[in-house]
């Protein structure tokens, strides 16, 4: 018994085995496509098989699954690599008698052709069927990793666009009605193709789970694993699927030559747009599978396969002549019918293998390729004894198809009914993933997560953060979070910055933020800080309390803000003894600015002493007005008229009177009149209007704030008591008066008080 066991490749080592991994796909898939598949319904056609000739052709595909346990016997003895590889060159070896079945013919022995060709096809899916053991194991450790989805997408889009070139290039051999030695060179070209993809195998690694499986036996592990109801409905629904898009597939040749009368080429022709669904639906996969998860993903290529069968029960038969109808329309069909069920059986391959652990990858991939073998080779063959019954009830093929393909359109809907309840395996939900498929945002944001993933320029890295940042997405998270912890500081500040810019935040981001602001001072831990304001994050309030006394001074800054923002009234008083104390200019400016984030009257006194201290710089002067215009209540509305003011302060008696006419204005207007239906307060607005204009003329030009403090002290007492007290106060104080910008404010928070009272 074979007990080796490959150890886990380094990024160098997984990085050579993909890239040969990938060659092998490419040269096996052009083998692929010239021995199996439309090729082999074509050739058969040709040999006049009926209906029920080409479901057993179609299923014998699927019969390869069933000799997968002789594959797993085999891995006792020899590594799953030499089993994949000889079997590989066996199966290839095994179809050169198909290239002699056109000479048979030739000779006049046509009751020999078809017998040798089924022969050939069952023995080389056989061959195939036991080398497929390695399939899943030598899968599951090349894509090892978060890239897992991605990159087994990718060996569909290869496999997909090699098919498909393949295929244009046999239906340009092939034309309409080509002479029957043209499959003869065809068949060869596969089979040497065949042989060298087998060669490429001798350089990848053995995969780990090779030589048998601990934890029991095959039986023992299958009765565990179907005692879980995730894994039966899985099955269950897989072997539908299977099923569906076998039938639906496999007679799409058959439907364009019997019901269309369409000539070899052009069926061929028709096979490559099947190859380019194919190949677009890999590349939608891969684009999408690692951001939104592979249950959503599922359900839409079903729900495209679903939508991609409907047109066949519909198209019309008056349009069967019509080469301008038919031709797009076959088109389509192949395009749109390999798009939705290839990519359903692409994306099921993936989602088993993130279903299943990988010390039973290698039983449950037999059973796994079980049930896709008995779904496909039963749906073909039943499909196939089914037309032909159809026909011999007297319907043309046109009506035959519609019947059976209608058949499958309730199957599908079946199944989509049955995908809502499978485990989503960190999946999005399907409506979110939906969202995020039809979201520019979404869509550009995984973009740039692609391209970041791929550089390792310094320059182009920072850009791509910076991008993620103006177009913020929660698919990056998990990203961001990977490049916050970048041993590059401009790295991890621009990770940060983008994090700071998601709408929410996971509990993981929310963990690593407050970890960045404890590791990381005097570099990125104020960024971290400030996120954790901005989102709100309410665990981080005691260690945002240490931190406002970090010797890193931004740091602690952002730490105030942060206690502002999260409301962390009990540590209020110690922020205003803080910004009176310390020399720090910025903690002094991001000190008031919390002040006017919280919002309290009681912090005004601590602000008008800034004010109060010996020629204050203009910069704190401008953060303290503006935190005690958003304490006041009118920040937004004031900052315009401070801006202005700031641009020409010759102009503070100009602005002043401007704002006391504008409230008297707004006071006598008849429509604001009438909502005041107290007369009492109708008189006493009308006295405080024609009293405010000589309090700003004396406060704003001659610096005498009496009758302003007597106009606020008359106002009666409600909500804003406070606020009134300290500024009828403040407005008499020379070191206050002194300050346009506080004579301004004083002035337009009165005007506020009479175009909105609060009465």
Known sequence: MNNYMAEALSPYRLGKARELYNLFNVVNSFSWTLLTGNIITLFALRLKANSTTIGALSALIYVAFFFLPLGKLLAKWFSIIQIYRVTWILRSLIMIPLVFVPLVVSVGRQDLAMPMTLLGVLAFHMFRGIGMIGNNPVLSTLAAGPGRGSYMTQIQVINSAVGMFAGFAIAMLLGRSPPLFFYSIIFAAGI???IFSAVLLKGIPEPETSGGEGGGGFFSM??????QA???????????VALISAVARAFLAVYSREAFSQGDGMVSLYSVFGGLGALMAGLAIKFLVDRIGVKPIYLVCVIIGLLGILPVIFFPSGSVENLTTVVPFLSFLHFIVNFGFLGSEGIAQTYFLALVPVESMLNMGIVYFFVFGLAGAGGSFLAGIFLDFCTSLGFSSFVSFKILYGLLVLMTLGVLILQRKLVSLGSLPFKGAMEVMFSIRDLRAITLLDRLDKTSDREEEEALLEALREAPSELAARELLDRARSPRLATRSEALRALDALETLNEEVERALIEDTISHPYTTAYISARALGNHRIY????ILRELSVSGDYMLAAEALIALAKLKD????????ALILSTANPRLKIRGAEALGIYGSPHSLPTLTDL?????????LKDTVIL???AILGVQDQFYPLLVRFLGDESQITTLCMDEAESAFEYQAAPRNRKR?????????LDKQAQALSPAVAAFAGERQGGLLSRWLLEWPDGSDTIARLVMAEAVLEDPLTVHGRFRLLAVYWAAQKLRSPAL
């Open 192 to 194: 040497v193709s065949g």
């Open 222 to 227: 299958l009765r565990s694993s179907w005692g």
């Open 230 to 240: 995730s894994f039966r409905r899985f099955i269950g629904i897989f072997f539908l």
């Open 539 to 542: 665990a981080a309030i005691p």
């Open 569 to 576: 009234e009990a540590f209020r008083p110690e922020i205003e």
């Open 611 to 619: 004010l109060r201290a010996a020629d204050p710089p203009p910069y």
């Open 627 to 629: 935190s005690m215009a």
């Open 676 to 684: 005041r239906r107290d007369r009492a307060t109708r008189l006493f």
